[in-house]
């Protein structure tokens, strides 16, 4: 698989990577075993580059990856996890020196490592971006050895580009895809510019791009695109990109002919998309099965779009994605 440095880290990453949230919380039931098999998939797939959150199930999701890594070889492998959705109450004052100890000293504990490789913040309220002292405190636990490096996810790319301009940021995570492209506008030039990685997340919309929902699909009730779909437990961007459901069910359709007038699947399509785009160091579907995590990584075997293509995909987003999104994030 294609590798990529990832901005500031100067690590190589595989341009598709792996989303953990999926093996967590979240997303229905996945057991551990189904859990450690997509993982497995993954990197015998040539994924190198894993993402998950202390957050996700609470710390399952770190715990899983614990477990794996312990199982195999993994010379190579870069496990990124981040930090600051454990804020209770969730509010700019909670992201001092000693909190961001402790929630990465819980992370290097249940993935079993003495430093971790990569910390984000994990989209904290917008005035952390700008706090002085949030990112000194940072610079401290690389400084110490505890990280090796740290970047921010973010909701907004207002937020991104602040973060882009802290000289210590290797990488910001953005939602990115065919029915989010406003970052193509000013993050991916400005981090390009700057050496800072993208990490392209939510590519598949919550799965809307895999062209396999009707209007009829439902989920399960532990399901964040069950009780989210309104932005009920967390930013409602995260849960089909913002897109309502019906509208990205029918944009999906159109994507789909697309996808069958070029050869390939949908889910392919729209992760070469996301491949495709300048600045771009990895993208990171999620998969709650062995199989899924295969077919997402055969993304990267597709030859880049073709003008005509880019051109199609951009039309379907403007007369039908457009005017939901792209002055909300």
Same mark, same amino acid.
């Given at each position: ?26 997303? +229905? ?21 894993? @993402?998950? !959150? ?10 899983? *990856? ?38 990465? @000293? ?7 490592? @003495? ?35 740290? +970047? ?40 390009? !510019?700057?050496?800072?990685? /993208? ?37 409602? #961007? ?9 509208? +990205? ?10 996808? !069958? ?13 996301? /491949?495709?785009?300048? #600045? ?26 073709? !003008? ?7 039309? /379907?987003?403007?007369?039908? *994605? ?8």
């Amino acid at each position: 698989m294609e590798d990529r440095v990832l901005g500031r880290t100067g690590r190589q990453v595989s341009v598709v990577g792996l989303g953990c949230w999926q093996l967590g919380a979240d997303w +229905g039931r996945v057991d551990d075993a189904d859990a450690l098999a997509v993982l497995h998939a993954a990197v015998d797939a040539g994924v190198t580059f894993l @993402d998950t !959150a202390d957050v996700y199930g609470d710390g399952r999701s770190e715990g899983l *990856i614990a477990r794996f890594l312990a199982e195999r070889d993994t010379t190579g492998i870069t496990v990124a996890t981040k930090c600051g959705r454990r804020a209770d109450p969730h509010v700019p004052d909670q992201f001092t020196q000693e909190n961001l100890r402790a929630w990465t @000293d819980r992370s290097r504990a249940n993935l079993r490592v @003495d430093r971790l490789d990569l910390v984000q913040l994990h989209c904290p309220p917008t005035p952390v971006f700008s706090s002085d002292e949030v990112f000194d405190a940072l610079d401290e636990l690389v400084a110490e050895g505890n990280l090796a490096a740290y +970047g921010v996810s973010v909701e907004t790319c207002e937020e991104a580009l602040t973060a882009i301009a802290r000289p210590n940021v290797a990488s910001v995570q953005i939602i990115l895809n065919a029915f989010r492209r406003k970052p193509l506008e000013r993050v991916l030039p400005a981090a390009r !510019a700057a050496g800072v990685g /993208i990490i392209a997340r939510v590519p598949l919309a919550s799965g809307l791009l895999s062209g396999k929902y009707d209007e009829d699909t439902t989920f399960a009730d532990d399901d964040h695109r069950t009780y989210n779909r309104h932005g009920e437990a967390f930013d409602v #961007g995260e849960t089909f990109s913002g897109v309502p459901f019906d509208t +990205g069910v029918r944009a999906a359709r159109s994507l789909a002919e697309i996808a !069958a007038d070029v050869g390939f699947s949908t889910a392919a399509l729209a992760l070469r998309w996301v /491949i495709d785009q300048p #600045g771009v160091s990895v993208v990171i579907p999620g998969a709650r099965n062995a199989e899924q995590a295969t077919a997402n990584t055969a993304a990267e075997q597709v030859p880049p779009l073709s !003008a005509d293509t880019l051109r199609a995909i951009e039309r /379907i987003y403007d007369d039908q *994605i457009r005017e939901h999104v792209h002055d909300r994030w």
